[in-house]
């Protein structure tokens, strides 16, 4: 959290799987429309924009990061990480894998890599649209988001009116931080561009959802579920 012209900056961040929507999600808050096709840079993509908490009512510039892809390689700058006061850790409700390594990966990583202990997680269930492909049960992402202390939403980005969503969320998680008074730990921080200096390395998780050893291939992908919470 920085402050600049009286308004206090918040950086927010988009991280989770490939393929979980994240980019999508993060054109849909940002124009309000549904992405058609999303674009992928070689670098993380930054947009900044003002909003208006209600309670207490305070302008909050929200500088929002999208990794633009760079979880595909299993690489991201320590820069990307640093300083974050919300994270939105994306899975996708028709694939088990990606909510676990929520907990295994993209926590761990945003919680190590920012150098605070207090960033506000927002945990976001996206694809709403696959109902009739959902592995992931809403009452285990409430559960889990609940015992960690996170907010959740349940989603689709190719809905727009539920930008409102993420919306929502994001005020009602800027308004806590501005009630709290901010965070010490980067208030006299700017929050910079991306740099290419450093490089974390993510090694893949294996998926620790087995089948009994007698268990069919195809027994055991009906029954794939992602039991985290």
């Known amino acids: 959290m920085a402050s600049a012209g009286g308004a206090m900056q918040l950086k927010v961040l988009f991280v989770g799987d490939v393929d979980v929507g994240k980019t999508s999600i993060f054109e849909l808050y940002r124009t309000h429309e549904v992405a058609k096709s999303p674009k992928h840079t070689m670098d993380p993509v930054i947009k900044s924009f003002n ?81 009739e492909e959902r592995v992931n049960d809403i009452s285990t992402s409430e559960q889990y988001a609940r015992r960690h202390g996170m907010k959740f939403i349940e989603m689709s980005a190719i809905r727009k009116d539920d930008y409102q969503k993420v919306d929502s969320v994001l005020r009602e998680t800027a308004a806590e931080i501005v009630h709290q008074g901010g965070r010490s730990s980067s208030t006299n921080e700017e929050h910079r561009p991306v740099q290419r200096d450093e490089v974390i390395h993510i090694e893949p998780v294996p998926n620790p959802i087995h089948a009994a050893p007698n268990e069919p291939q195809q027994e055991q992908q009906k029954n794939k579920r992602c039991k985290l919470c």
Do not use: C
């Open 51 to 131: 909003i208006v908490t209600m309670t207490p009512h305070t302008t909050v510039e929200l500088h929002l990061y999208d990794t633009a892809g760079q979880e595909r390689h299993k690489t991201l700058t320590r820069q990307f990480y640093r300083n974050a006061d919300i994270a939105l850790l994306v899975f996708s409700i028709d694939d088990g894998d990606s909510f676990h390594h929520i907990e295994q990966v993209w926590k761990q990583e945003v919680l190590k890599r920012s150098e605070k202990d207090d960033v506000k997680m927002i945990l976001i269930g996206n694809k709403a649209d696959l109902y």
